[in-house]
Structure formats: C-alpha cells, structure tokens
C-alpha cells in the first residue's frame, strides 16, 4: 500500500466529493472516476474495523497512488478498535477517515453500527473522539437526519453537537431519515423525504462546522446550488457512478 506522508497536511478540498457505495466503488472506480475529476475527494466502500484489525488490512487498503486525494470509510462502534483501523489507515495514506453513522441495511444494524448509531451520540462522539487521538488525518462522520420517527431537527441537531464537540472535521450528511424496519436500503435511499433544509439551518446555527450534502443531488445544476446555498461541498452517489461524466462536468 502506497503512503503519502504528506496527504494528512494538506487542506481537503469537500466541494465535489463521490460517496462510498458498498460493491461499487472499489479501487477499479475510484481510478476512472479520478480520470473525470482531478481534485473530487473520493471515498472507498465502507470496510468494517474489525477485518482490518484482525489482519486482512494489507488487502482491503490497498489503492493506488493515483486515486489520491481518497477517504477510507470505516463501519463499527468499538471505539478502541475503531482508533486502531484508523491508525492503519492513515499509516495507508488515506486522506481521512471516516465512520459510517448512516447505512440502514439489516447487516451493518445486527453488528450494532451504521444508521443506528444515531440514537447513541455519546458512543459516537466516543469513537470519533478516540479516532482523533489516534491520528493527525481529519476524522469525519457520514450520517442520515434521523432514525425511523426520531428525525426531528432538535435530535439532529443534538447528534451534531456531541461528534462536532467531540472532534469531528467535518459532517457529511444524508439528508433522509433511515427507516431501520419495513423498507430495504435502496428503498432507504429514495422512500424517506429529502429535508434539505435541516442540512442548510445546520449551517447557519453551527457555520465553523464543514457540512457536505448527501442525497437526491443528480446533476451539476442541483451540485453547484448546494454550494452557492453556502454548503462546503456536495457528496454525489449513484449519479456519479452510472455518469461519470458529470464529475468532469463539475
């Protein structure tokens, strides 16, 4: 695995990010997709703690040079292992590390993380706290708005200041609720209405804090109007991936 030591020194450009989409994008897309887009932040598919701590890391981090800037998205909720996969990510080149408070899907919710991490903040901003202590890279958290019924802005707003206090870089935020029983995760991404406007008095309320948008953003005129709405970057998911043209587009 390729190591940039000065990749956790240089400031990240959030503008343009392209999302982790479990089974897509692999090293072979984040390849084509930097080809499209020279200064996007790329992030990798969502690779649990534990495999990368119980030794499989050599294989799942491998990535080539090129990819850079790229983010590695981690999945758990053990906080002591999450500081160790983050330390060897890092130790990989990744520009950041990222914890997946978001995906709904019935396996990521049996191993106790992803979407229903939202209903425990301090766990969360435990994890990222012990993240941060374990390297200089930014540690940053992907989330939805809420959990089933519980996605009142209050209770965002609540989860946003327990990671953001407890170190967070930055919020990449899905701008749904994950309705954890009755719907699959892609019925998750399209069913659950897009609250935009939760994402956008986020901003006003906590301006220091970097907010990416996540959801529903299929074209380069949707993209652009989330930045000059004052958002510091728009994360796009399937778009990008079945049209990678747009990333140059943008």
Same mark, same amino acid.
């Given at each position: 695995?390729?190591? @940039?030591?000065?990749?956790? &020194?240089?400031?990240?450009?959030?503008?343009?990010?392209?999302? $982790?989409?479990?089974?897509?994008?692999?090293?072979?897309?984040?390849?084509?997709?930097?080809?499209?887009?020279?200064?996007? /932040?790329?992030?990798?598919?969502? &690779?649990?703690?534990?495999?990368?701590?119980?030794?499989?890391?050599?294989?799942?981090?491998?990535?080539?040079?090129?990819?850079?800037?790229?983010?590695?998205?981690?999945?758990?909720?053990?906080?002591?292992? /999450?500081?160790?996969? !983050?330390? &060897?990510?890092?130790?990989?080149?990744?520009?950041?590390? @990222?914890?997946?408070?978001?995906?709904?899907?019935?396996?990521?919710?049996?191993?106790?993380?992803?979407?229903?991490?939202?209903?425990? $903040?301090?766990?969360?901003?435990?994890?990222?706290?012990?993240?941060?202590?374990?390297?200089?890279?930014? &540690?940053?958290?992907?989330?939805?708005?809420?959990?089933?019924?519980?996605?009142?802005?209050?209770?965002? %707003?609540?989860?946003?200041?327990?990671?953001?206090? !407890?170190?967070?870089? !930055?919020?990449?935020?899905?701008?749904?609720?994950?309705?954890?029983?009755? %719907?699959?995760?892609?019925? @998750?991404?399209?069913?659950?209405?897009?609250?935009?406007?939760?994402?956008?008095?986020?901003?006003?309320?906590?301006?220091? %804090?970097? /907010?990416?948008?996540?959801?529903?953003?299929?074209?380069?005129?949707?993209?652009?109007?989330?930045?000059?709405?004052? %958002?510091?970057?728009?994360?796009?998911?399937?778009?990008?991936?079945?049209?990678?043209?747009?990333?140059?587009?943008?």
């Amino acid at each position: 695995m390729p190591v @940039n030591m000065n990749q956790s &020194i240089q400031p990240l450009d959030r503008r343009i990010c392209v999302a $982790p989409m479990m089974e897509w994008t692999d090293r072979h897309c984040r390849y084509l997709h930097r080809l499209y887009a020279p200064h996007a /932040l790329l992030y990798t598919e969502m &690779i649990v703690s534990a495999a990368i701590v119980r030794g499989k890391a050599q294989r799942l981090l491998a990535h080539d040079p090129e990819e850079h800037p790229v983010a590695l998205q981690l999945g758990g909720c053990d906080p002591h292992e /999450l500081a160790q996969a !983050a330390r &060897i990510g890092a130790a990989a080149g990744f520009a950041e590390i @990222n914890l997946n408070v978001g995906c709904p899907s019935d396996r990521v919710k049996s191993g106790s993380f992803g979407a229903c991490l939202m209903l425990k $903040p301090e766990l969360v901003a435990q994890c990222v706290g012990r993240m941060r202590d374990a390297t200089s890279v930014p &540690i940053t958290v992907k989330c939805r708005i809420g959990v089933d019924d519980r996605d009142d802005y209050d209770s965002f %707003l609540g989860f946003v200041d327990a990671v953001a206090g !407890a170190g967070a870089a !930055a919020l990449i935020v899905h701008a749904r609720a994950a309705i954890l029983g009755g %719907l699959t995760p892609k019925e @998750n991404r399209d069913i659950p209405p897009l609250k935009y406007h939760y994402v956008h008095r986020l901003k006003l309320e906590r301006p220091r %804090l970097a /907010l990416v948008l996540n959801g529903g953003v299929a074209d380069s005129a949707a993209a652009v109007g989330c930045l000059a709405a004052g %958002l510091d970057g728009v994360m796009l998911g399937r778009a990008a991936y079945h049209r990678p043209a747009l990333l140059a587009e943008l």
